[in-house]
């Protein structure tokens, strides 16, 4: 199993600029989600999703775009990059049930810089 | 709001020693599940320690165990016979609600260990 991947996991970007941010995971697990990692900030949640066609925003979800149309694949897309989103991003999935107790399995992370 | 206390940015500890890192949480949740993360200089996340709120025992994974305090809302993670290998950012994470018949999962700011040898 690949468990989940990301790609890419270097991007530079011009401000402006849009790009998808890929994420793909073989473990038929029904929830995904995206967290960003900034210095001294921890991990906060983007956006989210249960299952192909049901999204739902996080903690920090403006300039971000989501969509689920297979269980599988979860992208994120950036709008019109700005500085303030340079960060690392990680995807997560995990099974649905036991109470939110199913561990999250994270991709590798991608490393944006916007210029 | 509800949040994740991480009041240690940074511990240090000598190889084959034992060290703790604190955590506190505020979740209105009565039935979850807290965790331990682990991120080495890979980058890769790495599931350390789950603890079921209902459980009254304290939860271990070998070295790894917990101090769970449910009343005090404080989930301390404890590392025995420290390793070089366990040097690394470590985030604790609670559940910040239900939303679509799920949880979200808030993280700490992290605790970063140095392992010295």
């Known amino acids: 199993n690949a468990g989940v991947t990301q790609t890419p996991k270097f991007q530079v970007l011009k401000t402006g600029q849009s790009m998808t941010l890929q994420c793909a995971q073989d473990m038929n697990h029904e929830y995904m989600s995206w967290y960003r990692q900034d210095p001294g900030m921890g991990l906060r949640l983007i956006h989210y999703s249960v299952g192909a066609g049901i999204t739902d925003q996080g903690e920090v979800p403006n300039g971000y775009n989501v969509s689920r149309s297979t269980t599988e694949d979860f992208p994120l897309r950036l709008l019109s990059a700005a500085p303030s989103q340079t960060s690392v991003y990680f995807c997560a999935s995990r099974a649905p049930g036991l109470a939110g107790g199913r561990p999250q399995y994270f991709g590798p992370g991608t490393r944006l810089t916007v210029l | ?117």
């Not at chain 2, 350390?48 to 304290?58: G, H, L, M, T």
């Not at chain 2, 005090?72 to 470590?90: C, E, P, T």
């Open chain 2, 1 to 117: 709001a509800q949040t994740v206390t991480q009041s240690q940015p940074e511990m240090s500890v000598q190889e084959a020693e034992t060290v703790t890192l604190s955590c506190t949480y505020d979740t209105s949740e009565s039935d979850y599940y807290l965790f331990w993360y682990k991120q080495p200089p890979s980058r890769q996340m790495i599931l350390v320690i789950r603890q079921e709120a209902y459980k009254q025992q304290n939860a271990t994974e070998n070295r790894f165990s917990v101090n769970f305090q449910k009343a005090a809302k404080s989930f301390s993670l404890k590392i025995s016979d420290s390793q070089l290998g366990d040097a690394a950012m470590y985030f604790c994470a609670s559940p910040r609600g239900r939303t679509s018949g799920t949880y979200k999962y808030i993280f700490g700011t992290g605790t970063r260990l140095k392992v010295l040898a």
